[in-house]
């Protein structure tokens, strides 16, 4: 399972033109309430691949996955889209595709969010990568070390210099 972004055009395209002419064949809805959060996620399953760019060959679903809900009081919505080589129903894309956003919100939002890491100034040679992996294994040894709060962790280490080599030993 593949998500299709804004960097494929012509294929995120087609998937809004797809189920904006089909009916899905399998719709999973599930709702969750969580602190100040209410969602409800959507997704719904196409199964009739037509005219599809040849780069494209052995996709067996479309999946489109509607949020909407609110955060803080604030209303929300988000669609996205996936592709599939796989020929399930909607309620087998929904547990995969609730992890990934996990894994996106424990790693990739801390990094951007917590981390800082997109308006880093680093950009020539090895520098980012190298970085990126040094501020994930930071991340690994907060949470290693009992710290679900990434920046409570940072607020209780930042000036224990002994303590925060000690992660290392």
């Not at 780069?55 to 919505?77: H, K, M």
């Not at 595709?97 to 919100?105: G, L, P, Q, T």
């Not at 679900?148 to 030993?169: C, M, N």
Request: glycine share 4%; with cysteine; net charge neutral.
């Amino acid at each position: 399972m593949i998500a299709v972004k804004g960097n494929q055009p012509k294929l995120l395209e087609y998937l809004r033109t797809q189920f904006a002419l089909t009916s899905p064949v399998s719709v999973d809805i599930q709702t969750e309430q969580c602190r100040d959060r209410f969602t409800r996620r959507t997704v719904s399953v196409l199964d009739t691949i037509v005219d599809i760019e040849l780069d494209w060959v052995g996709i067996q679903r479309i999946i489109r996955v509607e949020r909407a809900g609110l955060r803080a009081c604030q209303p929300f919505t988000e669609t996205m889209f996936y592709i599939s080589s796989l020929a399930v129903d909607a309620a087998c894309f929904a547990q995969p595709i609730r992890s990934h956003w996990h894994i996106e919100n424990r790693l990739h939002w801390i990094k951007d969010a917590i981390l800082d890491e997109d308006r880093s100034p680093l950009c020539d040679g090895d520098a980012p990568v190298n970085f990126a992996i040094a501020r994930t294994i930071a991340l690994n040894l907060f949470r290693y070390n009992g710290f679900e709060s990434i920046t409570q962790g940072l607020r209780h280490l930042a000036h224990d210099v002994s303590r925060l080599f000690s992660f290392v030993q």
